[in-house]
């Protein structure tokens, strides 16, 4: 399943596949794949993401 809330939330604050990557310590592709739905991060991971973007686990990975 698609990851729009991530994606969204990257876009709210202005930031690219490639900077949130370089922030949180993986590939481009990576975040790409998280967004597509295509690879399940790590739970290390996805803190990584929600501490850049200011988001809770839930509000960007859980339903």
């Given at each position: 399943?698609?990851n729009?809330?991530?994606?969204?939330?990257?876009?709210?604050?202005?930031?690219?596949?490639?900077?949130?990557?370089?922030?949180v310590g993986?590939?481009r592709q990576?975040?790409?794949?998280?967004e597509?739905?295509?690879?399940?991060?790590?739970?290390n991971?996805c803190?990584?993401?929600?501490?850049?973007?200011?988001?809770?686990?839930?509000?960007l990975?859980?339903?």
């Amino acid at each position: 399943m698609k990851n729009l809330r991530l994606k969204s939330a990257r876009a709210a604050l202005d930031i690219s596949q490639q900077q949130l990557a370089e922030m949180v310590g993986v590939s481009r592709q990576t975040i790409s794949a998280i967004e597509k739905g295509d690879y399940n991060p790590t739970i290390n991971l996805c803190i990584s993401i929600c501490k850049v973007l200011g988001k809770t686990l839930d509000e960007l990975f859980w339903d």
